[in-house]
């Protein structure tokens, strides 16, 4: 069968990487994907927001499954657009509908949801322009550290964590009148939450679903979590304190319900469910919903998957993945994203790449692309390095062999992942 991957980065390359493994695929078409993609299909200058254009492709390619990578274009409606076309009716896509998507779209509606179904999450109230007074004095009644988030998607920059109270007021009212657009036009204040995170994933077919490795990743730009949030500057699974009892738990609080809550909505849910969750105490509460697999953690989560993805997509898409059977390798999986120097910041592009024969590594491609015959740099977040060990720590002395062996002008990478962890 053919199939046209949607999206461009290291998360596009693992999946393409994994999917080009199975015996079912004969063609795959990534779009716009990287230099590293190429390498395992054709890579399809598409725009993702223009829907038509991917029709017609789709069409014309014989293409019978779309897996969407990023968020946006389910939170657009993608899903739905395939749905509603006679002409697609044989395709079908992995990812949500809208109505699905929303739980990553709207933070407010992820809130209500969450406590509709009575699954774990800091407690909260969502204020508008027009609601700015109430806003100031909920600050006032809840305790420093201040959590603000934009409602909609704000491209991972939307979340303030802040410990002084008037700079959390006048951070609300940057926020409301346009700081991130329209995505902050509604703003969620939560109580904060003390504890440590972890990625939770699930590939759902609407009625079942599978449990996926679960994984923690490191936003922070700086060693020891310090400075700006970046989209992930590396990633571990398995994830040592979630023992059988906490995961146990997650299943119980927040999967089940949270997968009954969208039958139980009607919500045409086909794909993956990423859970952010922090423990807090041995307990999890779920930080938020993302409809789609997480960058990095795809890097460290698939590479764990043995069985052949393709298979778990048909399974899907016919509602079958009750019987699905899904195995994963034993070992850890451990990434390292180099990154563009000055990155979350301004960083320059078309710096040149070298990259040896890496043979005891995957080399995940993120911002990266051809040209003539040099790769180069094409974003923030350049390439991940992901490594299998006997452990996390095993794997990540790999990694960090290989990263130090790739390189690029003004590279950067952090040194410590999974220094939590020992």
């Keep these: 069968m053919n199939i046209l ?28 994907g990287n230099a590293g993609t190429s390498e395992l299909g054709e890579n ?39 749905l509603e076309d006679k002409s697609l009716k044989n395709i079908s896509v992995i990812g949500p509908v809208k109505a699905g998507a929303i739980l990553e779209g709207s933070k407010d509606f992820a809130k209500e949801f969450m ?15 027009a609601s700015i007074n109430e806003g100031k004095a909920f600050l006032e009644e809840v305790s420093s550290p201040y959590v603000l988030k934009a409602d909609g998607l704000a491209a991972g920059k939307g979340v303030l964590i802040l410990e002084d109270l008037e700079e959390a007021k006048k951070s609300l009212e940057e926020m409301l009148q346009g700081q991130f657009g329209k995505a902050s036009d509604t703003v969620v204040i939560e109580e904060f939450l003390s504890g440590i995170e972890l990625s939770v994933f699930v590939l759902t077919d609407g009625k079942s679903y599978k449990i996926l ?47 009954e809550g969208l ?15 922090i423990k807090v105490g041995e307990d999890p509460f779920v930080i938020e919903y993302n409809v789609r697999m997480g960058d990095p953690e795809t890097e460290v989560v698939v590479p764990r998957i ?36 000055g990155y979350p910041g301004n ?13 005891d590594s995957l080399v995940f491609h993120a911002g990266t692309k051809y040209d003539s015959s040099d790769i180069v740099t094409n974003g923030g977040r350049v390439i991940a390095v992901s490594s299998y060990g006997k452990d996390i720590f095993e ?23 999974g220094f939590d962890l020992k």
């Design 347 to 359: 960083y320059e592009k078309g710096k040149k790449i070298e990259i040896p024969e890496i043979n």
């Design 213 to 259: 490795p679960e994984a923690k990743d490191y936003k922070r730009i700086g060693e020891a979590d310090t400075g700006l949030n970046t989209g992930g500057m590396g990633a571990v699974s398995p994830v040592p304190f979630a023992d059988k009892g906490f995961m146990d738990k997650v299943e119980e609080r927040v999967i089940k319900p949270t997968i």
């Design 115 to 129: 406590s509709k179904y009575n699954i774990p999450t800091a407690s909260y109230k969502s204020f508008s322009k």
């Design 306 to 341: 043995k069985s052949d993805i393709v298979d778990l997509f048909l399974h899907v898409k016919n509602e079958t993945l009750e019987k699905a059977k899904i195995e994963f390798n034993p070992e850890a999986c451990a990434t390292v994203m180099m990154v563009s120097g």
């Design 263 to 277: 039958i139980n909505e009607n919500i045409d849910y086909k794909g993956f469910v990423f859970f952010g969750l």
């Design 395 to 417: 794997a990540l002395k790999k990694s960090y062999q290989n990263v130090d062996s790739i390189q690029f002008d003004g590279k950067y990478y952090r040194s410590d992942i």
């Design 44 to 82: 399809v200058n598409l725009n993702l927001s223009d829907f038509s254009k991917i029709k017609k492709f789709a069409i014309e390619k014989n293409v019978e499954l779309v897996v969407v990578g990023p968020e946006q274009p389910l939170v657009d409606g993608i899903a739905d657009y395939f």
């Design 5 to 32: 991957l949607l999206g461009s980065g290291g998360r596009e390359h693992a999946l393409a990487w994994k999917i080009t493994q199975s015996e079912k695929i004969d063609k795959l078409y990534i779009a716009p």
